[in-house]
């Protein structure tokens, strides 16, 4: 009778599973806590083998599917891929390896760009896999709308390092930027397509508006990840109504550099992170 009965209503109580390659996927789990402050979250970021962004697809599927299984576990009721990598590269697999709805980077980062766009032109930006695996240029149905990818490796140890608004962030995101306006000068829509790139989002709105001579709409994955978790959970995986915080459970396959990475991307302090291995 109770087995039945778990089966028809999960425990609104199980935590959200979020995990990424290391430390960016926080800035999901910062948007999820804004947007579902309740919610209990279980994160592991995979820094014993971070970066995804150089590997190869199939490498990709295999650690993603292994942080996947970490999480379930732990008895999560959804799953956040925050690793624009893992979701451009394996969210199939990951689909089809979990009982619970698995919600990915991608596609509602697109949809964002398909809103916020006024003439079609979306420019993608984020690491060589993402962007080889053509992932965006599929979410966003081109050619209806008209994509422009390039992957900007530099971003993500200048998001790292901190180096987030000086000098060096200008002249990489002007090299970088300048590049996406040769390929297509009529670009309006810029999708942060990295789970690292929020953190440079002022220096790219920037940049790209002085090359453009016109303001830019830049979409962050992030906060659409958000929005998805939350509209997964009105649809089935049954939300946490509690009034009370929801706890914070960080877990990192290395921890080397942690406490100095980590609050940079969550936006406050993490208590801690358990070693974990996968
Ligand atoms: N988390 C990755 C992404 O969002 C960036 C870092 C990496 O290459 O692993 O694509």
Redesign the pocket.
């Known amino acids: 009778m109770d087995m039945d009965m778990d089966m028809a209503a999960p425990d609104p109580r199980r935590p959200i599973g979020v995990f990424?390659?290391?430390v960016?996927?926080l800035t999901v789990v910062r948007a999820l806590r804004a947007r579902l402050p309740g919610e209990d979250v279980v994160y592991l970021g995979d820094t014993a083998r971070?970066?995804?962004?150089?590997k190869s697809p199939r490498t990709v599927e295999r650690y993603a599917l292994a942080c996947q299984a970490f999480l379930l576990a732990r008895g999560v009721k959804l799953v956040l891929i925050?690793?624009?990598?893992?979701s451009a590269n394996a969210l199939p697999a990951l689909r089809a390896a979990s009982p619970v709805p698995v919600i990915g980077?991608v596609e509602p980062g697109a949809a964002s760009a398909r809103a916020a766009t006024r003439n079609g032109h979306v420019a993608v930006i984020?690491?060589l896999?993402?962007v080889r695996s053509g992932a965006y240029e599929q979410a966003l149905a081109a050619p209806e709308v008209y994509v422009t990818a390039l992957a900007c490796p530099l971003f993500?140890p200048l998001a790292e390092e901190g180096w987030t608004g000086d000098e060096v962030a200008r002249v990489v995101a002007r090299r970088y930027l300048a590049e996406l306006f040769v390929r297509d000068p009529a670009i309006d829509t810029i999708v942060l397509?990295?789970?690292?790139y929020p953190l440079l989002r002022e220096v790219i709105a920037r940049t790209a508006a002085e090359l453009a001579g016109r303001e830019l709409a830049i979409v962050d994955s992030a906060t659409a990840m958000a929005e998805a978790a939350a509209a997964a959970l009105g649809g089935g995986a049954h939300p946490n109504l509690r009034a009370a915080p929801g706890r914070l459970a960080c877990h990192a396959t290395d921890i080397s550099r942690l406490d100095e990475l980590a609050p940079r991307f969550l936006g406050e302090p993490v208590s801690s992170f358990e070693l974990v291995d996968l």
């Open positions: 990424d390659s290391g960016g996927g971070v970066p995804y962004g150089s925050a690793c624009n990598t893992a980077a984020g690491t896999g993402t993500v397509g990295c789970t690292h």
